[in-house]
Nanobody
Framework: QVQLVESGGGLVQAGGSLRLSCTAS????????MGWFRQAPGKARELVAA????????KYIDSVKGRGTISKDNTNYTWYLQIDTLKPEDTAVYYC???????????????????WGQGIQVTVSS
């Protein structure tokens, strides 16, 4: 059974940094594409960043480009999202997601993901 568990959220001041972690179990880690999504109150869930299963190609939402870094550690089945220079508009529930694929392209659509974490709150105070 595949499980994804997020950690590292919380309350952060604007201008600070945050690193979210997503630990996976029950999957063959190296053959999965991963993504981070977020949903702010009253808004639709959106992609923040994605990384491909093969080659480590990445994709970022425009509002996070230059501030965000998605990465994965194959040795401990964990991937990460770091966001620097946080803004109040980064406040949201953040979700990690994974899908089994051998593609070298990041998966950018929610429907493309098979497994999801439970979500973790990130609040950026101004």
């Amino acid at each position: 059974q595949v499980q994804l568990v997020e950690s590292g959220g919380g309350l952060v001041q604007a201008g600070g940094s945050l690193r979210l972690s997503c630990t996976a179990s029950g999957l063959a880690f190296t053959t999965y594409a991963m993504g981070w999504f977020r949903q702010a109150p009253g808004k639709a869930r959106e992609l923040v960043a994605a990384i491909s299963a093969v080659g480590g190609r990445t994709k970022y939402i425009d509002s996070v480009k230059g501030r965000g870094t998605i990465s994965k550690d194959n040795t401990n089945y964990t991937w990460y999202l770091q966001i620097d220079t946080l803004k109040p508009e980064d406040t949201a529930v953040y979700y990690c997601a994974a899908v089994n694929t051998r593609s070298s392209l990041p998966v950018v659509m929610q429907i493309g993901y098979a497994f999801w974490g439970q979500g973790i709150q990130v609040t950026v105070s101004s």
